[in-house]
C-alpha cells in the first residue's frame, strides 16, 4: 500500500486507532506527542487480548501446550524483530524493557569489562540522559573518559568536530541516530565507518529513527543499536537490544537469575546460549508477542511509505509553524519537500513558558510535550530550560497541523492580551 494520500490516512489507517477517536476537554483529541510514545493500532491491543485469553503461559519451560504456544509466538516475536532490522540472525536481538536498558545492558556488560582509565567513548551533546547517564556511571567506575561532539551552526551534529575528536584512543562511539529534540537525522553510516577505522564500537539509539525510517543493521554495520517498542506502536515494557553475534557471544550476562543459565551449581553457573543469556527472569512475554504485532503493522504500511507521508507533513508543519514570527523552532530546516529531518519541531514562543503554552493547547485537546524531553545538556548549549514539541507520526493529517496551528495562535495571543 502507498500511503501519500491524505485520505487513506484518514479512511482507513486513523481507522486502527481506537484512541484517536475521542474529545479531550470537549474537543477533538490532537496527539502530537508521538515521539515520546506513539498510540496503538487495535491489531497490537487484539494481540495482547489474545494471548491472555488464549495462550498465556510461561515461556521456555513447560512441557504443556500453552507453554509452547507462548514460547512459539515470543520466539516468533524476535524473527520478526530480526527481519525487520534485516538482523544476520535472531540470536543478535535480546528483548528488554525498553531502549534505556538497552544502553544499561551494553554499559554494564561490555563498558565496565572493556574500558580501562584513560579510553575515550564519545557521545554527542544531543544525546537522551539514558544515553549519557550509563556512560557517566561506567566512566566513573573505569576511569574511561567521555568526550561530546557539539552543534554546527545549523544545531546538527557536528561531524567535523567529531573527526577531530576520535582517535585511537577511541574505545566506543554511542549516538543517536535522530533526535528527539532537534529532529536532525545524524549521518550514522559515516560515523561508523570514521569509528570503525579507528577500532571503535558504535553504539545507535534508534528510538526516534525506527519507528519512522527504514533500518537496516547490516548496511548500516552498527556494533550495538537500540529501540524502545512503544515508540513503534508496541506496548510499554519492551524494548531491544541488536548486538552483532560475536560481541554479544564475548559480553557477560548483564542480570542473573532464571532463563539465562545452562546449569546452576552452589558455586558457579554456566550461561545459556544466546540471546537467552541477557534475558533472565520471565520475560515481559504478551508485550514481545506485541511488539511482532506491531512490527508487522509498520511493514505492511510499508516503512518507505511512513517516511515518504510524514516528510509531507514536515514539509506542510515547518511552513505553517515557521510562520508564525513568535516561534524559533531549534534543529535543521527540512527542504521544501520536507526531507533531511524528522517529523517533529521542538520550538520557543518569546516570553511563553513551554509548559504554559501545552497546558493552555491541552485545554484545546492539543497534546504536545513542554520542557526538557530529557535532554538538558543539549538544552543548556542551545542556552534555553525548555521547549515545547509537536512531533507527528504517520497517523496525523495536515487537517490535524492546522487545528494545532490555530490553537497556538490563539495561545500566543492569550498570552499577549493577559500580559499587555
Ligand atoms: N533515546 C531517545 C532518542 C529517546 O527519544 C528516548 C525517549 C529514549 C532514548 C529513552 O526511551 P525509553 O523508552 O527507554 O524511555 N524519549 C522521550 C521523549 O522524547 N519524550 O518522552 C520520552
Redesign the pocket.
Known amino acids: 500500500m502507498i500511503i501519500t494520500q491524505e485520505r487513506i490516512i484518514v479512511d482507513k489507517v486513523r481507522k486502527d486507532f481506537p484512541i484517536l477517536h475521542q474529545e479531550v476537554n470537549g474537543k477533538p483529541l490532537l496527539y502530537l506527542?508521538n515521539?515520546?510514545?506513539s498510540q496503538k493500532p487495535i491489531v497490537v491491543l487484539d494481540t495482547l487480548r489474545r494471548y491472555y485469553e488464549q495462550d498465556n503461559s510461561n515461556v521456555h519451560r513447560g512441557a504443556h501446550t500453552l507453554s509452547a504456544r507462548a514460547t512459539d509466538a515470543y520466539e516468533g516475536a524476535r524473527d520478526k524483530v530480526a527481519k525487520f532490522v534485516n538482523a544476520a540472525s535472531r540470536q543478535e536481538i535480546v528483548f528488554t524493557?525498553?531502549?534505556?536498558?538497552?544502553?544499561n545492558l551494553v554499559a554494564y556488560s561490555w563498558g565496565l569489562h572493556n574500558l580501562q582509565p584513560g579510553d575515550e567513548i564519545i557521545l554527542s551533546v544531543i544525546?537522551?540522559h539514558?544515553?549519557i547517564v550509563p556512560w557517566q556511571i561506567i566512566a566513573q567506575k573505569t576511569g574511561a573518559v567521555i568526550k561530546y561532539v557539539g552543534l554546527t551552526e545549523n544545531e546538527e551534529f557536528d561531524l567535523e568536530q567529531f573527526k577531530s575528536l576520535i582517535s585511537q584512543k577511541t574505545k566506543l562511539v554511542s549516538v543517536?541516530h535522530?533526535?528527539?529534540?532537534l529532529g536532525c537525522i545524524n549521518p550514522v553510516e559515516q560515523i561508523i565507518a570514521i569509528a570503525h577505522q579507528q577500532g571503535a564500537k558504535v553504539l545507535i539509539?534508534a528510538?526516534?529513527s525506527i519507528p519512522h525510517l527504514p533500518i537496516n543493521v547490516q548496511a548500516m554495520d552498527c556494533d550495538w543499536l537500540?529501540a524502545?517498542g512503544?515508540?513503534m506502536c508496541a506496548p510499554?515494557g519492551i524494548?531491544f537490544l541488536y548486538g552483532k553475534e560475536e560481541l554479544l557471544e564475548a559480553m557477560p550476562p548483564f542480570l542473573g537469575g532464571g532463563e539465562m543459565i545452562a546449569e546452576v551449581f552452589l558455586e558457579y553457573s554456566t550461561y545459556g546460549e544466546l540471546p537467552h543469556k541477557f534475558e533472565a527472569g520471565t520475560p515481559a512475554i504478551a508485550e514481545a508477542i506485541a511488539l511482532g504485532a506491531a512490527v508487522d503493522y509498520l511493514s505492511g504500511l510499508g516503512m518507505e511509505n511512513i517516511h515518504a507521508y510524514e516528510e509531507e507533513l514536515t514539509a506542510y508543519l515547518f511552513k505553517y509553524l515557521g510562520g508564525i514570527p513568535e516561534v524559533r523552532i531549534y534543529g535543521p530546516q527540512p527542504t521544501a519537500d520536507g526531507k533531511g529531518r524528522a517529523a517533529l519541531a521542538s520550538f520557543a514562543v518569546e516570553g511563553l513558558d513551554s509548559s504554559d503554552i501545552a497546558t493552555m493547547l491541552d485545554q484545546e485537546g492539543v497534546a504536545i510535550?513542554s520542557g526538557h524531553?530529557?535532554?538538558q545538556p543539549l538544552h543548556r548549549v542551545l542556552g534555553i530550560s525548555g521547549t515545547a514539541?509537536a512531533?507527528i507520526y504517520f497517523y496525523n493529517t495536515r487537517k490535524e497541523i492546522d487545528a494545532f496551528i490555530v490553537a497556538l495562535k490563539e495561545t500566543i495571543e492569550f498570552f499577549r492580551t493577559v500580559t499587555d
Open positions: 506527542d515521539a515520546a510514545t524493557r525498553n531502549a534505556t536498558e538497552a544502553i544525546e537522551h539514558s544515553n543517536v535522530v533526535s528527539n529534540t539509539d528510538c526516534q537500540v524502545s512503544h515508540k510499554t524494548g510535550r524531553h530529557c535532554t514539541r512531533s
